[in-house]
């Protein structure tokens, strides 16, 4: 099974491939999604974050606030170390267990999602990567857009993160996601195909079985 990394900068539209990705068939592991599975309530690394940060970052409900949590990592980069040396490591054991189930499925190829692919040093761990890329001033506007938040914050959030002209350099495939959503799906299509042409499956997709 061929795993290729899908990556990019915060807000640069990594979310949006990946779900053109699976319309086409693709199966996606979103590092995101595992990383919110890994600190729900009474998870071990949910424990070792309350018992770090405090009972502060906690919603009502006893579930972690992501935004409160978020404000004090990429405010303190060794908050941000100490968070990570916590999550790091589980979701990575929760993406080796979906790789192996999919790899008992017979999936030819998976992406996985995950926005510091690179930073984490786990990009030995997939075949290739693609890199969505958008402008820093792009990021910025989407940023403060999506997430109801400051130019100043919006900028600690990049800040956080490989710079996406540098982060381009590591793609066997680039994204340009500054342009129409139809420009974005036309560059994935054409990606995409272009992988199953050298796995030599056709116009099949994974998990479609025909």
Known sequence: MKVIGLTGGIASGKSTVAGVLEELGAA???????????????MPAYAAIVARFGASILNPDR?????????????????????????HPAIRARADERLAELRQTGTPVVFYMAALLIEAGASSRVDEIWVVYADRETQLERLTHRDNIGRDEALQRLAAQMPMDEKKTYGAVVIDNRGTPEETERQVRQAWEQEMRKLGIGDQGPGTGV
């Open 63 to 87: 579930t972690i606030d992501r935004k409160a949590l978020g404000r004090i990592v990429f405010a303190d980069p060794e908050a941000r170390r100490r968070l990570e040396s916590i999550t």
């Open 28 to 42: 996606v592991i979103d590092a995101d999604q595992l990383a919110r599975e890994v600190v729900a309530p009474g």
